[in-house]
């Protein structure tokens, strides 16, 4: 390389990415230790806000000046009589008491995934999960369903990151050939919910473990939309999937390896009849895999939870979805990294 090129090549993005846990550790705990929803009460100094906070003196101003200049909050003067304030966004998003909370996801990820993507380098080397089961702990599945207030968290997580998807693909999906649609993994019910609401003609049922169903089906009746959406309980290793002119799973497959993935498309094609469809909501990556960079390092976070799991292309889903016997499959993008697979039998 000669010294002009080197001139006109930078490393601020090599620096910006390498330094990244320094912005995400910050803003995720100023999420865990409430800091947008004590602002959504009002401005506050910065003194003031330590204390509502219980913060030791030594946090400010560093901590609340940071997230002023990450463009989390906003602050009215300078020095210690400057106040601070929630941004437009952090506002909407993150004050625990706005309708459009979705802080959910990111206090999990501060909890659990934070730490566990310390051990990154062990899981490329090992090719092991590298959460609570590292040190004898149970499964991902199995700790959430023993702490039921956990399990509600993870799904209120689970809803925050998949709502802007589910209500795309509720609207973008042509569901004027079909009337049930039953959604696998389904959590809260809320796929089936936004669905339903979009499509009146529509039936759909959530089915989900036992603990799940139970949370789905409050929901669902304080929805008011116990009409036309029911939740029931399954267990996709043991059960059968029941008939469904669609069937749906959302996040479901990158969870496994490729024997179970392929046992719950073969599931979803015999609960099918001619013409119905298979959809998946997922991160799905690009056929060349460059593109999605969120999709791949959702792959790499399910080596994080899970090892052998992994997250795939829109031809991977084709391939396999042929291999069963689906006629033709399509992608539909829905928003940012996430777009749906459908498979039509
Ligand atoms: C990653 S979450 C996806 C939730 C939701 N579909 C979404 O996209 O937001 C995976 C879901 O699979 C469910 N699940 C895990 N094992 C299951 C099993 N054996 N049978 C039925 N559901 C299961 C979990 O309870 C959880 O709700």
Same mark, same amino acid.
């Given at each position: 390389?000669?010294?002009?090129?080197s001139?006109?090549?930078s490393?601020?993005?090599i620096?910006?990415?390498?330094?990244?846990f320094?912005?995400?550790?910050?803003?995720?705990?100023a999420?865990?230790?409430?800091?947008?929803?004590?602002?959504?009460k009002?401005?506050?100094t910065?003194?003031?806000?330590?204390?509502?906070l219980?913060?030791?003196?030594?946090?400010?101003?560093?901590?609340?000046?940071?997230?002023v200049?990450?463009h989390f909050?906003e602050?009215?003067?300078?020095?210690p009589?400057?106040?601070?304030r929630?941004?437009?966004?952090?506002?909407?998003?993150l004050?625990?008491n706005?309708?459009a909370f979705?802080?959910?996801?990111?206090e999990?990820?501060?909890?659990?995934?934070y730490p566990?993507?310390?051990?990154?380098?062990?899981?490329?080397?090992?090719?092991?999960?590298?959460?609570?089961?590292?040190?004898?702990?149970?499964?991902?599945?199995?700790?959430?369903?023993?702490?039921?207030?956990?399990?509600?968290?993870?799904?209120d997580?689970?809803?925050g990151?998949?709502v802007?998807?589910?209500?795309?693909?509720a609207?973008k999906?042509?569901f004027s050939?079909?009337?049930?649609?039953?959604? +696998?993994g389904?959590?809260?019910?809320?796929?089936?919910?936004?669905v339903?609401?979009?499509?009146?003609?529509m039936?759909c049922t959530?089915?989900?473990l036992?603990?799940?169903?139970a949370?789905?089906?409050?929901?669902?009746?304080?929805?008011?939309?116990?009409d036309r959406?029911?939740a029931?309980?399954?267990d996709?290793?043991?059960?059968s999937?029941?008939?469904?002119d669609?069937?749906?799973m959302?996040?479901?497959?990158?969870?496994?390896n490729?024997?179970?993935?392929?046992?719950?498309?073969?599931?979803?094609?015999?609960?099918l009849?001619?013409?119905?469809a298979?959809? +998946?909501v997922?991160?799905?990556?690009?056929?060349?895999?460059?593109e999605?960079?969120?999709g791949?390092?959702?792959?790499?976070?399910?080596l994080?939870?899970?090892?052998e799991a992994?997250?795939?292309s829109g031809?991977?889903?084709?391939?396999?979805?042929?291999? +069963?016997?689906?006629?033709?499959?399509?992608?539909?993008?829905?928003?940012?990294?996430a777009s749906a697979?459908?498979a039509?039998?």
């Amino acid at each position: 390389m000669t010294a002009v090129d080197s001139k006109a090549l930078s490393p601020a993005r090599i620096m910006e990415v390498g330094m990244a846990f320094w912005p995400a550790k910050t803003l995720l705990s100023a999420i865990k230790l409430g800091v947008f929803t004590e602002l959504g009460k009002g401005p506050k100094t910065g003194a003031e806000l330590r204390a509502a906070l219980g913060l030791h003196e030594r946090s400010t101003p560093d901590f609340f000046d940071t997230l002023v200049a990450l463009h989390f909050l906003e602050r009215e003067g300078d020095g210690p009589e400057g106040k601070y304030r929630n941004t437009e966004e952090t506002g909407t998003f993150l004050d625990r008491n706005s309708p459009a909370f979705m802080g959910g996801f990111l206090e999990m990820a501060n909890d659990r995934l934070y730490p566990f993507w310390g051990d990154l380098e062990e899981g490329l080397k090992t090719g092991r999960a590298q959460n609570e089961t590292k040190n004898g702990g149970k499964g991902m599945f199995e700790e959430l369903y023993s702490k039921p207030d956990r399990l509600e968290q993870f799904m209120d997580a689970m809803a925050g990151i998949s709502v802007g998807n589910f209500q795309a693909f509720a609207e973008k999906f042509d569901f004027s050939k079909y009337k049930t649609m039953t959604d +696998v993994g389904g959590a809260t019910g809320l796929l089936s919910m936004l669905v339903a609401k979009q499509n009146p003609h529509m039936s759909c049922t959530s089915r989900d473990l036992p603990a799940a169903t139970a949370i789905a089906k409050r929901r669902i009746a304080e929805a008011g939309l116990s009409d036309r959406v029911n939740a029931e309980p399954i267990d996709f290793f043991a059960d059968s999937i029941p008939p469904a002119d669609v069937v749906t799973m959302g996040m479901i497959l990158h969870d496994w390896n490729l024997e179970n993935k392929m046992m719950l498309i073969r599931k979803a094609y015999d609960a099918l009849p001619e013409g119905g469809a298979f959809i +998946v909501v997922e991160n799905l990556i690009d056929d060349a895999r460059r593109e999605n960079a969120f999709g791949l390092m959702m792959s790499l976070n399910m080596l994080i939870e899970f090892g052998e799991a992994f997250d795939f292309s829109g031809a991977d889903f084709d391939g396999w979805c042929r291999e +069963v016997g689906f006629k033709r499959t399509e992608v539909i993008h829905l928003a940012g990294p996430a777009s749906a697979g459908v498979a039509y039998k």
